[in-house]
């Protein structure tokens, strides 16, 4: 059987249900603070208190890495999801649950079984600050969420075991998604993927779903990268392609598969937005959202856009730039280049739209025709145009000065008819394969905790 892991703060029950939970599926139970302490010899208060967090984070993970790779329950500590490695190590061929429970029971349990505190701050606001600071770790580790506020020890374990044996999905709900995917443009293959894992007699019922959400959608390189990821991590996924001109369609059908996340792309970034329980600051000052990830009930929407946009640029702060485009993929831009301490001038075809997201970023605007007056270091191309099949370029080949660094975001086809000319007119060019990597990599560490090397993804889009 896959490993059980068990994620959650100090006082949801990792241990107990975990003993009860291996007893039931006759394998071990490991805690990795236990395991800590047998290595080191020392408990760790002692192990806090003599060598500080740091020296105790180097052995957790330690020990980590050398679990064993199955036929086990293994219970973690609590900032354990914080980091990429362990989260790797954990992830791994393994079925995680998180147990949660509400602030009010956390405070009564760690009453009656007190730990080393982990900040100066009283209990209960230490536990909610903690917590909160976790919580996009937390949702990144949760194939399955259990509540245990209002369970016991034992109830919690069965749920994890019906859990294990039945999954979340009912039949009829399962066959309707499937329906609806095949109504859609899959390739045969993938319909016939779909099947298998919807509706086949043969389905792992712990296999989890992931997609991009799009109209359309059928360009999109996520589903080859996400799956050929899912096979370097041994992880029990499937990422495939939820294409429908509505966003509150394809919400319904991701929450009716219990689906972990989705990769949001056009034109529904700015819409989905309305569908979600909680938004990160950055894709609320963005007002966009490309990343949603599902965790115990909640929908989280998050922006990794301007996080691939920024990222190669590092070396560009402070540049006079022009923003061509003012959608949801503009405004990621336009959050980058500022955070950068650019000077931006936003162009549209229609001006009240440039001057709407330039009043909203604190950028200035001109009509589109200005471009030749602005002389700008850097050029970035937020709009569609030149994306497969459009052949066209947003600008003229006179506009194009060689001192000039041009950055497409747009990624297929990989080299564009910009890319093309700006190469031509010898400009230095960045193209969007390296938006699409950057911010990939960010998803997939919302996603799963997992911080994926961009060689490692180069490598796959190769």
Not at 42 to 54: H, Y
Not at 312 to 317: D, E, F, I, Y
């Amino acid at each position: 059987m896959r490993r059980i892991v068990l994620f959650g703060y100090r006082g949801t029950g990792k241990t107990a249900i975990g003993t009860i939970l291996a007893r039931g599926l006759n394998v071990p139970f490991l805690d990795t603070d236990t395991l800590i302490e047998q290595e080191s010899g020392r408990t760790i208060p002692d192990i806090f208190r003599d060598d500080g967090e740091e020296r105790f984070r180097a052995l957790e993970r330690d020990v980590i890495a050398t679990l064993p790779a199955r036929d086990i329950v293994i219970g973690t500590g609590g900032g354990v999801v914080m980091d990429p490695v362990n989260m790797e190590h954990l992830r791994a061929a393994s079925v995680c649950v998180l147990l949660t429970s509400d602030l009010a029971t956390i405070g009564r349990r760690l009453a009656r079984a007190p730990r080393p505190p982990l900040t100066n701050l009283p209990q209960n606001e230490e536990i909610a600050q903690v917590i909160t600071s976790r919580r996009r770790q937390y949702a990144a580790s949760a194939d399955f969420c259990v509540d245990t506020s209002r369970t016991s020890t034992k109830e919690a374990a069965d749920r994890i075991l019906s859990l294990l044996e039945k999954g979340v999905v009912p039949a009829p709900e399962r066959a309707a998604a499937f329906r609806w995917f095949a109504a859609g443009p899959l390739p045969a293959p993938e319909h016939a993927r779909l099947e298998a894992l919807l509706t086949g007699p043969d389905r792992d019922v712990q296999t989890r779903f992931l997609g991009v959400a799009g109209f359309p959608c059928s360009h999109s390189k996520s589903p080859l990268l996400f799956n050929r990821l899912f096979k370097r991590y041994d992880l029990n996924y499937h990422y495939t392609r939820f294409e429908d001109p509505s966003i509150r369609t394809i919400m319904q059908v991701a929450h009716d598969i219990d689906a972990k996340g989705l990769s949001v792309t056009i034109p529904f970034k700015k819409d989905v937005m309305a569908c979600l329980d909680e938004i990160d600051e950055a894709a609320q000052q963005i007002g966009a959202v490309n990343t949603v990830v599902f965790s115990c009930g909640i929908a989280r929407g998050y922006n990794t856009d301007w996080l691939g946009i920024q990222k190669p640029l590092a070396g560009h702060k402070g540049d006079r730039a022009v923003l061509l485009g003012a959608g949801g993929v503009a405004a990621a831009a336009a959050y980058a280049l500022t955070d950068l301490d650019m000077e931006v001038t936003i162009l549209n075809r229609t001006p009240q739209k440039a001057q709407e997201l330039a009043e909203h970023s604190g950028c200035r605007w001109k009509s589109w025709d200005a471009f030749s007056g602005i002389n700008p270091d850097l050029v970035v191309n937020a709009t569609s145009i030149g994306m497969q099949p459009d052949t066209g370029n947003p600008l003229r080949d006179d506009q194009l000065k060689k001192e000039m660094t041009v950055f497409d975001l747009v990624y297929t086809p990989p080299v564009t008819p910009l890319i093309a000319a700006a190469r031509k007119a010898g400009c230095t060019t960045i193209t969007g394969t390296e938006v699409f990597i950057h911010q990939a990599r960010e998803q997939f560490r919302l996603f799963f905790g997992i911080d994926v090397p961009d060689t490692a993804i180069r490598e796959i889009l190769a």
